[in-house]
């Protein structure tokens, strides 16, 4: 153990981690201010923000403070270090450096995309000195350029560079660079060379201040009448964590949630920009019930009891599809239900969208070609009731043959998923039950045709590709007369109230050994389902 | 002191000095040949710190101690870098060096790069210097001819390669860690230390970086060895235990407004006045100095009241200097505004500033807008108040700045202020009568001219 002091509180860190000061302090809940240092970036000390006092205390407790003021990003703590935050000086230090970074900025916060979650604007309120003695008064400038895939606006730059060492070390494409020298200097892209990446959007994030806007959010809403929620991102198999920001129950901003264990600080553009199909005007909503050419609207209530007694009345053996992109809840409501009315029911995956191949970046930030977030999650609730997992083709061959007579499919696919051809065969089941996100060939023949969730609205957990289990809230309602599969399930299988999926996921986690490490809390960041099969 | 005899400068000024025959001539490599016969790289260093020779770029620092740095077990590559980028204003002794002697530099680096176990030496040449880069490179060709560079020097074990890196003119890569950047290729934006050049430095190995006048030096102290080198010079406090002395023959440079400005030999301790009258021939046209910058812009100004400042590294620091840089000597006679020097001065380190630390990059601006809105007759007395704290501010804090050029920007206006406040105020007062006691903002000068 080594001790640490900051500000008179001792901390405690364990014999060989390397933090530096602020991350020290942050520990003892002292904040160290900074711009330019990143956890997940070099270390370059320029924007002199940090700078704090650094002292050692010797074993006898007698305590001897360096005579310079030190940048806390580069300062690795020892055991008897001691950082003193708030002396006169380190307030002096910083005053000046706001003052600095003020001098050729703007200050054109009433629209800028980033007030309100700024950090010029946050330190100066803490930091600044009360007097502003910009001597020469220039005429207001907004000059912005586009570097590709963000906007750049180029006086509200603070030159902490993070953006550039973001394309140099982390997704490894070196897009953008310091143009000019000095007072001059400027963020840029060499001409015909825009900033084009996968990870591109994480420079905006990155940014403390304005200065790179994120083409999708400008201008779209104020930051402050935006509640954001934990989410997953449900894009692939990395199963990112995110922050699903919205407000009003549209979401206008997805951002990377920090998780050490997935993502770290990144998310990938298509997780953060492939919100839009949550606000579609084509999703399905409510439900109907089609008999005999006439489509029935279906009433929000008694709705469970409906398909209950369609699917019993269809007199044989039932199937369910398990889509990849249900929550283990719902998966192992839906598997529960159709097991209830029929012990002997079919029970498959829904088929497994896979572009590509898995891209990694230098950073070690990886987006999985398999596209859609709980494959392995599905697959284990699978395999607790079936002992393995039918394929969705397997699945497909058993409704061709005849041996099914009701089944439930569910989808969730953000794309389109299954054909006209393969769609025909369930032509023949006498009850189908359909809940999906979008209009499909299959939910056209659907008996009961069920709108259901998008990825903001479900509570429940994803299993992601390194068997790590994340649980998250609904984000937003789903749209008016849709029901999430979560709530449908939870009545079908005759259960009170309304559907809360930590029950469900503490009654399956101690069902299924598969599940047990989810027993009891576990943090924000998920927990490897690995973990007690290793034990 | 009259029986001092250049060393450095000895063959300057002779037939064909550069060339390699010249240069044996005169005891040329001897050094390095005894070196080489029964001498190790230990021996070598403790000569030098026997020396107790500080390095001449500008911060003094003592050269055996940067070289024990060195980490002991590393396997290596170690490499020596020398710093030929001589962009201190004011400053051009390297310059003589290279291009009239450049073989007493050359063995100076092999001797160097023995000392620190370095195989690889490069040469960072500032790109002004076009006559410097054809010597120093024609040198090398020499030396590799004869065996005094490539593999197995001189038929022992040491091999060593030199080359040469010609800069693109920039100030801060005469910073050692922006030099390192530089030289691998990228923006000269110096590094944050620690880690030191000694542990982490070029392409990420441990690395010296000394100056041109540095390597001369320890040609000379091998050759003649650390007693003569400190019989040189100013000793050491010995109140001060803390102080290395100044030893040593130093290359003093006189340029500005006197009669004969070049560059001269002396033994470090030269008080100012000797320099620029003995040496200099005195002021031009009869008149009398009004300041001298001792060592190289950045080190500020000694006022006319000061040149009895001894120049060794400690004098111009007792004056209300920084310190004495790189010994380059700037003459300013009775007819100079100090206000022309603040200028230059601000627009210079405004221009040079590499813009990685905000207090450098935004203060350097920020006088400059200032002094030039001061010049064109619009300053206000209040101007003078804020300058005074921007020089505060980017130097006086130690560790305000990744780097030490950020000091060297703040000390020309820190001393200007300082030593010729009245004569400023005089100047607000007489160009802008009706405003110079304003405390408003005022309106900044249109965009600036020079970039």
Sequence with gaps: MATITVDGIEIEIRTGERLNAIEAAARAGVEIPHYCWHPGLSVVGSCRMCLVEIGTRDPSGKVSMGPKLMPACNTLVRDGTVIVTQSEKVQHARALVEEGLLLRHPVDCPICDKAGECRLQDYYFEYGQAEGRRADIRPFTSRRRDLGDVTFFTDRCILCTRCVRFTREISGTSELMVRDRGAHEEIDIVEGFPLNNKLSGNVVDLCPVGALGDKDFLYKQRVWFMRRHQGVCTGCATGCSIWVEENQDRVHRIKPRENPEVNRWWICNDGRYGYPHVHDPDRLVGAVHRDAGRTVPLDFTGLAARLRDGLQASGGTLGAVLSPFLTVEEAYLLATAIRQLDSGAVLAIGPVPVVGEDERFPGGFTIAAEKCPNRLGVEKVLAHFTGGVTSFDQFVAKVGEGALTGAWVSGGYRDPWIEERTAEKFARLKTLVVQDLFPSPLSKRATFELGGAAFPERDGSYVNRQHRLQSVGWAIRPPAGTRTEGSILWELCGREGLYNASVVLQELARKIPAFGAAVGDFSDIGIDLRLNQLA | ?451
């Design chain 2, 1 to 451: 002191m009259a029986e001092f005899e250049p060393v450095l400068l000895a063959n300057v000024g002779k037939d064909n000095s550069h060339t390699l025959k010249a240069y044996e001539a005169v005891g040329g490599y001897r050094a390095l040949r005894e070196t080489l016969k029964d001498k190790s790289p230990d021996d070598l260093i403790t000569t030098v710190r026997a020396s107790n020779l500080r390095g001449r770029g500008g911060a003094g620092f003592p050269t055996g101690l940067k070289w024990s740095f060195l980490p002991d077990d590393h396997p290596g590559p170690v490499y020596l870098c020398v710093n030929a980028d001589e962009s201190e204003p004011g400053t051009f002794c390297n310059r003589v060096l290279l291009e009239e002697d450049p073989h007493q530099v050359l063995e100076g680096t092999i001797l160097s790069s023995f000392a620190t176990r370095a195989s690889t030496a490069y040469v960072y040449l500032r790109y002004e210097y076009p006559k410097s880069l054809a010597r120093l490179q024609a040198a090398i060709d020499e030396c590799y001819g004869a065996g005094y560079l490539g593999k197995n020097v001189l038929g022992t074990d040491f091999s060593l390669d030199v080359y040469v890196h010609r800069g693109a003119a920039a100030y801060v890569c005469g910073e050692e860690t922006g030099l390192i950047e530089s030289l691998e290729g990228k923006r000269a934006w110096p590094r944050i230390k620690p880690p030191f050049p000694a542990v982490e430095g070029l392409f990420r190995k441990p690395t010296v970086v000394n100056n041109v006048e540095t390597m001369a030096c320890v040609k000379h102290i091998v050759d003649r060895g650390p007693e003569w080198f400190k019989s040189i010079g100013t000793p050491a406090d010995p109140h001060n235990p803390r102080d290395p002395g100044s030893y040593g023959p130093k290359l003093y440079q006189v340029s500005g407004h006197v009669n004969r400005p070049g560059v001269y030999e002396a033994p470090l301790g030269l008080p100012c006045r000797e320099l620029v009258d003995r040496f200099a021939g005195g002021v031009w046209k009869g008149r009398k100095v009004k300041a001298v910058v001792p060592g190289g812009l950045s080190t500020g100004l000694l006022a006319a009241d000061q040149l009895d400042t001894p120049l060794d590294f400690d004098g111009p620091v007792q004056a209300g200097c920084l310190g004495l840089g790189t010994a380059g000597a700037i003459v300013l006679d009775e007819t100079y505004p100090i206000i022309d020097f603040l200028y230059n001065s601000c627009r210079f380190f405004a221009h040079e500033s590499c813009g990685q630390c905000t207090p450098c990059r935004e203060g350097t601006h920020w006088a400059l807008s200032m002094v030039e809105r001061i010049k064109a007759g619009r300053g206000r007395l209040k101007d003078l108040e804020l300058l005074g704290e921007i020089g505060d501010s980017i130097g006086i804090i130690p560790g305000t700045t990744i780097c030490g050029l950020a000091d060297g920007a703040a000390w020309p206006i820190k001393t200007a202020l300082a030593k010729f406040r009245d004569e400023l105020e005089d100047y607000v007062k007489q160009t802008n009568p009706a405003g110079y006691a304003d405390i408003q903002p005022a309106i900044a000068m249109p965009a600036m001219t020079t970039h």
